[in-house]
């Protein structure tokens, strides 16, 4: 089986050369992002495999099928960039890798919380700089403040197992509550207005759909703590970046952690410092010294990589195996996603 790779990066290559030393798939990899005008790499090959930031639009999918591609694998959960209606007007199956390690993306919200909270982005330039005052570096104890946790699935509830043992409260949101799982964590189900007002660490850990495009907004910011620190680990869209920035400039949010921007495609994964930035809402975010933005590695670990790999290439061994396809993303049940 032929498979063309699109956003290939180096450590891609490794992990995946590595894992195909198994399956011994014929692998063409390229760095540019699958779009509508570089989908003739594609032609020839079976299969596209494609992650967060390639675009699977109607469009694409359509140019895709006609070059004989069968086969759409992502190499990440999230499938918000795919088309699922077009793919299955083409009749072209969507497969994912639903979970590569929830850890990975738990651990690195903890991260940014405690990096923003104890100002550690600050105090490492400062010291190598001669500088050790400790002036606007106060944090706070996470112990006993209020976490909020918009999505309560596998990321989340890895968080959710941190932040209780620092010893936070916390709330949490979601259409599909599991009362089980909330009792045996000592967490509780609030609506959202209440998980705003109640929080001081608000994290977003559900999935981009129509429902949750741009939740956090003029609307919910109001509705926040003063001072409440959010981080988003989700999608960037889940964010209104321009109601973010507003906030953060009239100091009702006290620090932003964002792994995720709803521009990123433009940059992320990209050394651009040898050009002029042109994305003044993300220049504007860059300059706030309580805002860390982190260019989608939430995922990013030596197990989440070889995860990644071993099951994207299970999922194509299958395919070409004509088995039922264990990790195909089902278009039906996920109507109104974006
Ligand atoms: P999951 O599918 O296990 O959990 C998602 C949860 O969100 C489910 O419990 C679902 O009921 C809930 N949800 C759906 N709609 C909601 C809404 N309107 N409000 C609140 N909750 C809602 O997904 P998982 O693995 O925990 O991943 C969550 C998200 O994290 C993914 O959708 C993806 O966008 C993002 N992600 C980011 C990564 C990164 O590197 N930054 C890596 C992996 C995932």
Request: glycine share 8%; hydrophobic share 45%.
């Amino acid at each position: 089986m032929k498979i063309t790779f699109f956003g290939a990066q180096p450590y891609d290559r490794e992990s995946f050369d590595k894992a195909n030393a198994a399956f011994g798939f014929d692998i063409c990899y390229h760095r540019s992002h699958l779009n509508q005008r570089n989908v003739a790499l594609a032609s020839g090959a079976d299969a596209v495999c494609i992650f967060v930031n390639d675009t699977a639009d109607a469009e694409t999918i359509g140019a895709l099928a006609e070059r004989g591609v069968k086969l759409i694998a992502l190499r990440c959960a999230g499938f918000n960039n795919v088309d699922l209606r077009a793919a299955l007007r083409h009749a072209i199956p969507v497969v994912r890798v639903p979970a590569y390690s929830p850890h990975a993306v738990a651990e690195h919200a903890v991260a940014l919380m405690l990096a923003l909270n104890r100002k550690i982005h600050r105090a490492y330039w400062r010291t190598r700089d001669g500088n050790f005052s400790l002036h606007g570096l106060l944090g706070f104890d996470m112990y006993g403040k209020t976490a909020g946790i918009v999505g309560t699935g596998k990321i989340a509830r890895e968080l959710i197992r941190i932040l209780k043992g620092f010893g936070m409260e916390v709330v949490a949101h979601d259409p599909h509550p599991d009362e089980e799982y909330a009792w045996n964590a000592g967490i509780s189900y609030v609506a959202l207005d209440e998980l705003y007002e109640r929080s001081d660490v608000v994290s977003l850990h559900c999935p981009l759909t129509d429902q949750t495009r741009y939740m956090i907004g003029d609307v919910a910011i109001g509705r926040m703590k003063p001072g409440v620190m959010i981080i988003n680990t989700g999608r960037g869209q889940l964010i209104h970046t321009e109601a973010l920035i507003d906030g953060l400039k009239e100091k009702k949010v006290g620090a932003a952690g964002l792994d995720v921007y709803e521009e990123e495609a433009a940059y992320f994964y990209e050394d651009t410092s040898d050009r002029i930035m042109d994305d003044d809402v993300l220049a504007r975010l860059l300059s706030f010294n309580n805002v860390i933005v982190t260019s989608h590695q939430a995922f990013f670990t030596r197990e989440a990589l070889d995860n990644i790999a071993h099951v994207t290439m299970r999922n194509m061994a299958e395919f070409a195996a004509g088995k039922k396809l264990t990790n195909e993303v089902c278009p039906d049940p996920v109507a109104g996603l974006a």
